[in-house]
C-alpha cells in the first residue's frame, strides 16, 4: 500500500519518479493555488491525514502541527533555507525531526552579493540612475548615429559638471579587505568568490573553529579585529535572541570611517537606529542592503534617501534556479525517509 504524501513544493521529475512508485501525491499549498494564494487554515486542511507533509513558502503554527500529527504525519519538511514559517519547537514536541534545505540559495545570494560589493565600490547605481535621469547628458540630437571622429570619447573634461565629480570615482575590491560576519553557507561562498576578485577574506563566526575557517584559504580572526581592519563587512548572521540587534553602534564605533556595510542576510540582526546614525554622521562610509526590518520598505524610510546607500527590494536570494536546488534537497530528504535512513538536512534548534 503506497503512504499519502501532501506535496506543496516542487521536487525534480527525477526524484518524482522514485516518489510516485512509493507515494499517493496530493498537491496541496502555493504548488496547487501559487504565490501568496493560501492561508494557514487552507494548508492545514489539505495536508491532513498525510504521513509525508512537504511545505514550501506555507505556514505552519502549533495547532497546525498539533492537528497533522494527531491525523497520523510522521515526516515534515519545509523546502526553506531557514524553516521560519513552522512551529519549530512544534515539531520536536510532536517527537519528529523536521527536513529543511539549508544553502539553497547560497549561490543565488553570494552573486548578489559580490553585485552589491561591486555597486557600493563603483558608485554604480548612482551613475545608472543618473544617466537614466537625464544627469550629465549631452543635448538632444536629430540623428544620433551621426557622431564625431574622435578616438578618445569621454564624457568631456574633469570639471565640476563631470559625472566622477558628482557620484565619485570609488575603488578597486582587489586587494581590499572584506570581513564575514558568519561562515554559514552563504559566507563560505561569497569568500570563494571574494577571493577570486583578489580580496584578503577575514572570517568571524565563533561557532566554527579557525582550522575549518582557515581549510578554506581564509583567515579566522575575532570580532575587533574583523571590525577595525575590514574595508566591506558582509553580513551572514541568522536572526536568533542572540543576534538580533547584533550589529549596533559598539560594532559601527570600531569600524573604519571608509569602511561598508553589505547586509544580505535580515535587517533584524542590525540595529536600524544605530545604523541610520552611523551612515548620517559619516560613522562608516556607507552600505547596500538587500533586506528590511519591514518590507515593503516604507516609502519614506532614510536609507532609500541617502546617496551613500544601494537599496534593493530583497532580491538577492531568488533566482529561477533556487526551486531546482531546493527540491532536490527536499526530494532526497523524502527519499531518504521512505527508504527508513535518516535524513542529511535536519533542523536543530538554536540560541
Known amino acids: 500500500m503506497k503512504r499519502k504524501l501532501a506535496l506543496c513544493t516542487p521536487i525534480p521529475e527525477a526524484q518524482m519518479e522514485q516518489i510516485r512508485n512509493m507515494c499517493e501525491i496530493t498537491i496541496c499549498g502555493e504548488l496547487k493555488h501559487g504565490k501568496g ?31 497533522w500529527t494527531e ?10 533555507g531557514t524553516p521560519a ?37 563603483r558608485n554604480l547605481t548612482l551613475g545608472a540612475a543618473g544617466l537614466k535621469n537625464g544627469e550629465h547628458v549631452g543635448s ?30 570609488g575603488f578597486e575590491l582587489y586587494g581590499k579587505k572584506l570581513g564575514i560576519a558568519g561562515y554559514g553557507a ?3 561562498e561569497v569568500a570563494v568568490r571574494a577571493k577570486a576578485f583578489g580580496m584578503d577574506v577575514l572570517v568571524y563566526d565563533p561557532y ?14 575575532d570580532l575587533d579585529i574583523m571590525l577595525s581592519t575590514s574595508d566591506i563587512i558582509s553580513i551572514h548572521l541568522p536572526v536568533l535572541p542572540s543576534t538580533r540587534g547584533m550589529v549596533n553602534k559598539d560594532w559601527f564605533s570600531k569600524m573604519k570611517s571608509t569602511a561598508f556595510v553589505v547586509n544580505t542576510a535580515r535587517a533584524a540582526v542590525i540595529d536600524q537606529k544605530d545604523f541610520i546614525e552611523a551612515l548620517e554622521k559619516k560613522q562608516i562610509a556607507g552600505a547596500a542592503v538587500d533586506v528590511y526590518w519591514e518590507e515593503p520598505v516604507p516609502a519614506n524610510h532614510p536609507l532609500l534617501k541617502m546617496r551613500n546607500v544601494v537599496c534593493t527590494p530583497h532580491m538577492a536570494g531568488l533566482t ?17 525517509y521512505l527508504s527508513g535512513e535518516p535524513g542529511k538536512y535536519i533542523w536543530k534548534s538554536r540560541n
Do not use: Q
Open 85 to 121: 514559517t513552522v512551529d519549530c519547537d512544534a515539531v520536536a514536541a510532536a517527537g519528529l525531526e523536521l527536513s529543511y534545505t539549508p544553502g539553497r540559495n547560497r549561490v543565488a545570494v553570494a552573486e548578489f552579493n559580490m553585485g552589491l560589493m561591486i555597486a557600493v565600490a
Open 37 to 67: 494564494n493560501v492561508t494557514e487554515e487552507m494548508t492545514r486542511a489539505e495536508c491532513m491525514g498525510h504521513e509525508l507533509i512537504v511545505l514550501g513558502d506555507e505556514y505552519a503554527g502549533t495547532e497546525t502541527i498539533k492537528a
Open 186 to 188: 552563504i559566507g563560505k
Open 140 to 169: 538632444e540630437k536629430e540623428d544620433i548615429y551621426d557622431v564625431p571622429d574622435v578616438k578618445n570619447v569621454t564624457f568631456g573634461p574633469l570639471d565640476a559638471n563631470h559625472p566622477f565629480m558628482d557620484y565619485g570615482i
Open 208 to 221: 566554527i573553529s579557525a582550522d575549518r575557517v582557515e581549510a578554506d584559504g581564509v583567515k579566522a580572526v
Open 320 to 336: 529561477s534556479d533556487v526551486d531546482h536546488w531546493s527540491g532536490k534537497m527536499m526530494g532526497d530528504e523524502i527519499l531518504s
Open 71 to 80: 491525523a497520523g504525519m510522521k515526516f515534515m519538511g519545509v523546502a526553506k
